[in-house]
């Protein structure tokens, strides 16, 4: 097992910045989810990690090794691709192996190696077959058994359930957690599914413009965002932030017991309950209906909040309703967005 360290670590092209000195410690055997939009950095992150790309400044470290300026092949690390990479003229065995030849491991370890990974992944019945004839997730546990006959401690992985549906996605995102955890790997996952990060993470690294964000658990970055960006990124639906004005709710006479200098009350939508004669005046303006839950767009002066109630909640557009919540279900964040303690 090998730990991953970036120091200071930032990557520019000509005047613009991918990455602004990103520090960032996972530890071995761990599984690190690299978290966020489009743009924001973590497939960067994983390329320089890779040695695919070459930091501008800073650090990179694996197990204790500097290898800021190694290339990819002496940093003792595998690679799964979004698209897989595989080659469609070569067999599920040929493909697999590839690497050993290329790195001209003798015949028999090689075979060895192919013949456990394939039990591993339960391929061993389709070895002959091309990447043509497999599904989509057999094609993915091809392009993982590549990366495991290579024995490396660390695997990075860009994306790699992207291109399956959605039923598939979440039984590989099983697949691959319970592997993980059996072989010890220390895996660096890039996505930008909160699903897959909450789920399968050990620590979730949250970017946003080329900056980290908030680096926890998944528990810990759903109970206590750091930002607003944070408590809006994560969780379905997300967080309701509500305007503060002079200790109240936006438009409304609701006071509350705000922090000096709060600007922004975060709910999360679970948070909320539909009372009797209690709890504060709302009115409902949207319906969604979700089965087991229904979302309720609500109006509490002149800000709008989403409730998550029973699917079998006989609710309508229009009425009214009293809304309640815990005190330690609150969230204050201040103007610049930072959540305040």
Known sequence: MSSIELRQVAKSWGSTTALHAVDLQIAPGSFCVLLGPSGCGKSTTLRIIAGLE??????VLIGGRDVTQLPPAQRGIAMVFQNYALFPHLSVAENISFGLAVRKVPKAEADKRLKDAAELLG???LLERKPGQLSGGQQQRVALGRALVAQAHVCLMDEPLSNLDAQLRQEM???LRELQQ?????????THDQTEAMSMADQVVLLHQGRVEQCATPREMYARPAST???RFIGTPAMNLLRLSEGAIAGSQVQLPVP???ALLGLRPEALHCLGAEGVDAQVIGTEYLGADMVLRCAIGSEQITVRAPGQQAVAVGQALRLAWRAEDMHFFDADGRRMA
């Open 229 to 231: 960006f944070a408590a």
């Open 123 to 125: 391929l061993s019945q």
């Open 54 to 59: 070459t930091a501008s400044a800073g650090q």
């Open 173 to 175: 995102r099983a697949e």
């Open 260 to 262: 000096a200098g709060a």
């Open 182 to 190: 059996r072989l010890g790997l220390t895996v660096v996952y890039v």
